[in-house]
């Protein structure tokens, strides 16, 4: 990890990613981009990337947020697995 970078665990792993992104830039450069499930059990992803969508909802420390709205932090930790529907 260089000094420009930053850990956060994506869905159990801890990866550096490049200070000043957001978790959303964080998904696609880590993992597959996807960011939930949908009701039919569909992985989703960010679309919008403006917050409009709501596309882009994951767990960050335990609070669902907007991946495309929110800067990665310094041990910040993104689940995207638990992040479905609520019927
Ligand atoms: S990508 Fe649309 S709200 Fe985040």
Request: glycine fraction near 10%; charged fraction near 20%; hydrophobic fraction near 35%.
């Amino acid at each position: 990890m260089n000094t420009n970078s930053i850990p956060i665990t994506l869905d159990g792993k801890v990866h550096p990613v490049p200070m000043g992104i957001t978790v959303a830039a964080a998904l696609s450069l880590r993992s597959d981009g996807t960011t939930r499930d949908s009701v039919q059990g569909e992985r989703r992803a960010a679309f919008c990337g403006m917050g409009i969508c709501q596309e882009c909802r994951v767990l960050i420390n335990g609070q669902r947020r907007l991946a495309c709205q929110t800067l990665c932090a310094s041990g910040m930790v993104v689940d995207t697995r638990s992040c479905g529907e609520t019927p």
